[in-house]
């Protein structure tokens, strides 16, 4: 893939952007050189055999090492009768099976379902039954979730793996402490199971078969709440992804015009590869430009987080508002070496200025902010890298991608007037997973994805995020969605009607706050707590409760979250 900067064709006046571009910032991404991200990968690991690709507990694979692993991985999968295009769920966290996993699912020619190593049975249920997954890898921390739900499920085949498993002697003493000193492992049992070292050995003495993999195939099904609440997979294709990564090489290579490239970038994993924002921005942009990543399994352990951190000279660190702030008040973060931090990216919410100028006060990065959603593979607009400081914008489109803030009836309103914030490219979904009425709302009939986000363009081409159209809420980085929410507390015994919206939280962006009307009168706080708890991960669960006589509801009784949100009374507290 060419990071060559090409001559930028004269802007149109209909794309005020263009004017903003770094110079020889090409309009469009050249043609794509790869069919698959399983061509890349294979270009990357015989390209940067012997540089360091993924490193985590101080154990390192290097290209070369990833390349066969991954092998082993898919030709064992190869081996189980599964077919092109297949769905595979890798429930883990960031630890070094995860890409070797990942990779060896895509190069055998089947679809990757990322799945929230924390979600509850219920949320597992229904992705791997949305998905049709036919098999799932798992860290065994979290395989009695797996149990739960195994049965009422199409998987055939489940692998389960250890914390330990590529650490080499080393993995043997982590196995200890996580099972034995810190019981992280609850018990289970999954019948005809096998472990990753089998896998790994059976695979050892088998072929990865070439597989006809097309662009248009589908690589990954990215789960999100999109319109209506209801988790759905956002289809992202190899076209889709390569895009993304293309857009992406160029932008980047324009951070280093007037100042010395580093030999070999080092990015910082903090963000889940289990979301798209770290699959894409760490995992697969790291391969592709034969950098290192290192992963942070557990990245709110912040003391943790910031020793490791302290081992290495860190190039590239994407991450989210949240995680900025617990950092710079950890005192031994803050006396770090920033000499090499080149970049910081700030995306999956909003980045508050006041943080954003600490930062650049304390590291000497300034956060360039980007947007995107799971919809967009993720990244669709990004603020300029070679030089400036924060602009409290999501930044430019990046090439070959179309932004236009459209009004009610669906027409562009003119600049710097407010709207939906509406894309196009080739990194936008083909649509979501087997729901065609959804892929119809959320993509107009000329390519354009309805973001739900409200904001508007300014004459220079940056664009500013106003307010929300849907009602999602953004804890940490994370979508909740409101409807999902209340569908399970609404089956909680003693509770008449409920709602949720977000609130502001200085730790986590917003927090969900749910007010309830008692059906019961002896319904309690702790009540509706522990039902949430048994049924949402924690980042959905509401953090306030507030009880109230009743809801403020539309003339055809639609509850109003917005008069809700409006309401004076708020005290972040049980009412």
């Not at 015009?257 to 760490?282: S, W």
């Not at 539309?554 to 005290?571: A, E, M, T």
């Amino acid at each position: 893939m060419s990071n060559t900067l090409m001559q930028t064709p004269a802007p149109s006046t209909a794309k005020p952007w263009l004017h903003s571009y770094p110079p020889g910032m090409p309009s469009y991404i050249d043609p794509l050189p790869f069919n698959s991200i399983g061509e890349l990968f294979a270009h990357s690991c015989e390209k940067y055999a012997e540089h360091a690709a993924f490193t985590c507990m101080d154990k390192t694979l290097t290209f070369r090492n990833l390349d066969a692993h991954s092998r082993k991985i898919g030709a064992w999968l190869q081996s189980t009768g599964l077919v092109k295009g297949d769905r595979v769920a890798v429930m883990m966290p960031n630890i070094l099976q995860n890409p070797v996993i990942v990779f060896g699912i895509l190069r055998a020619g089947y679809t990757v379902v990322n799945v929230n190593p924390l979600y509850t049975p219920r949320e597992l249920e229904h992705q791997l039954t949305d998905s049709g997954a036919k098999a799932i890898f798992v860290l065994e921390n979290f395989a009695h979730t797996v149990e739960q739900v195994a049965t009422r499920t199409d998987l055939r085949h489940t692998v389960v793996a250890t914390m330990g498993d590529l650490l080499g002697l080393k993995g043997l003493i982590v196995n200890f402490v996580v099972r034995r000193v810190r019981k992280m492992v609850p018990s289970w049992s999954l019948p005809g199971h096998l472990t990753f070292k089998t896998v790994i050995a059976k695979g050892s003495s088998l072929t990865l078969e070439a597989v006809d993999v097309k662009s248009s195939d589908v690589a990954l099904l990215q789960y999100t709440g999109g319109t209506t609440g209801v988790s759905k997979g956002a289809t992202l294709t190899h076209s889709n992804l390569l895009s993304n990564i293309s857009q992406m090489g160029l932008w980047l290579e324009s951070a280093f015009q007037d100042k010395k490239r580093p030999e070999r970038l080092v990015f910082l994993c903090a963000l889940p590869l289990y979301h798209i924002f770290g699959m894409t921005v760490n995992a697969l942009m790291g391969v592709s430009t034969g950098s290192e990543n290192i992963l942070i399994p557990n990245p709110r352990d912040i003391r943790a987080f910031v020793k490791e951190t302290a081992k290495y000279q860190i190039n590239i660190f994407p991450g989210v508002s949240t995680l900025f702030n617990k950092l710079m008040y950890e005192p031994k973060f803050r006396s770090l070496d920033f000499s090499n931090l080149a970049l910081t990216f700030g995306g999956g919410m909003a980045v508050q200025r006041p943080i954003a100028e600490r930062w650049e006060k304390l590291t000497g990065s300034s956060i360039k902010e980007g947007y995107g959603l799971s919809e967009t593979s993720p990244v669709a607009l990004v603020n300029r890298l070679d030089g400036g400081g924060f602009t409290g914008t999501i930044g430019l489109p990046l090439p070959s991608t179309d932004v236009e803030i459209r009004g009610d009836d669906g027409n562009a309103v003119p600049l710097g007037d407010i709207g939906e914030i509406c894309i196009r490219g080739p990194q936008v979904m083909a649509g979501y997973w087997k729901q065609p009425e959804e892929t119809a709302k959320a993509i107009s009939a000329d390519g354009f994805l309805r973001s739900g986000d409200i904001g508007y363009m300014n004459p220079d081409g940056l664009v500013k995020i106003v307010d929300r159209k849907k009602d999602m809420i953004l804890v940490s980085g994370f979508n909740v969605f409101p409807n999902e929410i209340e569908e399970v507390v609404m089956t909680l015994a003693g509770v008449l009607e409920c709602a949720a919206i977000g609130v502001p939280d200085e730790n986590s962006g917003e927090a969900v706050k749910l007010f309830v009307v008692k059906k019961d009168p002896n319904l309690t706080e702790a009540d509706v707590k522990a039902h949430c708890a048994a049924n949402l991960t924690n980042y959905k669960r509401p953090r306030f409760v507030e009880f109230r006589t009743d809801l403020p509801k539309s003339n055809v009784g639609k509850i109003l979250r917005k008069d809700l949100r409006s309401l004076k009374s708020h005290s972040n507290g049980a009412g």
